[in-house]
């Protein structure tokens, strides 16, 4: 077996044009499937709120919930660099932020931490980051913040917010961010912003000009009632769950997916 993949190799795999994958997990035996078919990197993402405990938002999640599936994708997926979400009101200010990112990463194992952010987490961003835990932010659609965006539609249509996530893309780069997901942008603001930045930009609903793409493993696997119009059933065509997963990862390499 190589090497593990480590968040230094995926920062080499975007300056080498190489495209990389990510799919959540939420327990160990789902982490395993995504080790064994090559998949770059597992986000333990708070949508388990959703499709795992069966609540309407991602609101309700807690850090102990975090910690908890994080331990389980730990134990399954050894070799894989695992991203684990901030719940919402988890990081409201950075001495919260600290503490609950430190048990993300003590007892969760996770390697890098998300947050839905905006440019109102710069400040906590960069305290999070001289303490050595490396961060994802999070931009376009972030569903912890539902109730005040009222749907779960596309960000960044119009001119005026687009340039709002390209600038708060930039400036969480200089803040210290790791890496960027957008969710549910146009793709050519995704373009833009992976041209903008240094780091990987992984996407969901972004189009297929970004560094990687990541998809819900329920979506994948066609398990979640409705499958959302940017993601892909990967076993509709395929005979298992593993090669499933291994299509969807040659898929992303090759550029077939998305679409
Ligand atoms: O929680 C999650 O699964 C996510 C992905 C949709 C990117 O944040």
Redo the contacts with the bound molecule.
Sequence with gaps: MGLPITIKKLKTMKQNGEKFTML?AYDATQAMLCEKAGVDTI?V????GMVVQGHDT?VPVTVDDMVYHAKAVARGAPNTVKMV?MPFMSFAYPAQAIDNAARLMQEGHAEII?IESTIHQAELITALSLHGVPVCA?LGLT?QTIHKLGSYAKRGKDKAEAQIILEDAKKLEQAGADMI?L?CVPAELAWQVTESVEVPVIG?GAGKDVDAQ?L?IYDVLGMSGYIPSFAKNFLADNSSIEAALSAFVAEVKNGAFPE
């Design positions: 959540t986000l993402g708070d949508s388990l991602t979400d998300k999070h569903p997901l969710e969901i990541v819900v």
